[in-house]
């Protein structure tokens, strides 16, 4: 009798990073959930692309900065397979603006980029935890560079993935043995999200200046960080880790704001 397949949430996969990564998962023997929170129609493309790779899915529309919108994305999952093998957390969110730029950054602000980034993350955590200790299962955080760096779109989404890097650390600490706990965290990812930031021309001069600054010289696709997200989903002795893939950034890039306006 073949075991049953594993089952993976994937939190705002309607584009991008999520879309990747689902598509990579389902192509590797998962069934998915695909989540958005506005982008339906790109959600449902993403839905249609895991389920011509060979995997069962299911759409849910949540935002995860909302406890409710968190337990009934879980509810749906399990009332669907009956079991959560693997749960990334990927929504996120961002204001593009300078550090001198305080009067885009006002408090609502900060705290919708926290609740997405940061509480909607752990609330994602807690809903799928019984179920992720009950198969062992793994969470996989999409961070960034920003949090280990200082360096970013704008304080608040920096602030934001700082506080997930620790909340990693802490939780692989407090969930071990049961579930394992990891983060990758880019540098400049070529994403239509990046672009809509900042428009056409400010994405390119902002990447030709990350890749002049990188040791390797290049941006992350998507892909690439899918390819990341995946091999720790795998890596069963591997927990408590913030995997940079920032093309060496880390070793010493020079740590300039890198929206070039």
């Known amino acids: 009798m073949n075991a049953p397949r594993q089952v993976a949430i994937v939190t705002g996969s309607a584009t991008g990073v999520g879309a990747a990564t689902a598509l990579m998962l389902a192509q590797r023997g998962f069934d998915v ?22 995997a069962a899915t299911l759409l849910v529309r949540g935002d995860v900065s909302s406890d409710a919108d968190c337990v009934g994305l879980v509810r749906q999952t399990v009332e669907r397979w009956g079991r959560i093998d693997t749960l990334v957390n990927n929504a996120g969110i961002s204001v593009f603006a300078e550090a001198a730029a305080w009067d885009a950054l006002d408090a609502s602000t900060f705290a919708r980029i926290m609740g997405v980034n940061v509480v909607g993350a752990f609330q994602m955590i807690r809903a799928c935890l019984p179920h992720l200790k009950g198969s062992r299962g793994n969470v996989v955080n999409v961070s960034s560079i920003a949090g280990s760096l200082g360096i970013g779109s704008s304080v608040p989404y920096i602030a934001s993935k700082g506080a997930l890097n620790s909340m990693t650390l802490h939780m692989a600490r407090t969930l071990a043995p049961d579930v394992r706990v990891n983060a990758v965290c880019p540098g400049l990812i070529t994403t239509r999200w990046f672009v809509d930031g900042v428009g056409q021309a400010g994405f390119e001069k902002t990447r030709a200046a990350y890749e002049a600054m990188a040791p390797l010289g290049v941006a992350c696709t998507p892909q690439d960080v899918a390819e990341a997200i995946v091999w720790l989903i795998h890596a069963r002795t591997v927990s408590g880790e913030l995997v940079q893939l920032d093309s060496g950034m880390h070793l010493g890039g020079r740590a300039a704001p890198l929206i070039q306006r």
Do not use: M
């Open 33 to 54: 959930v695909v989540n958005y929170s506005r982008s339906e129609e790109e959600a449902r493309e993403t839905q249609r692309s895991c389920e011509a790779a060979g």
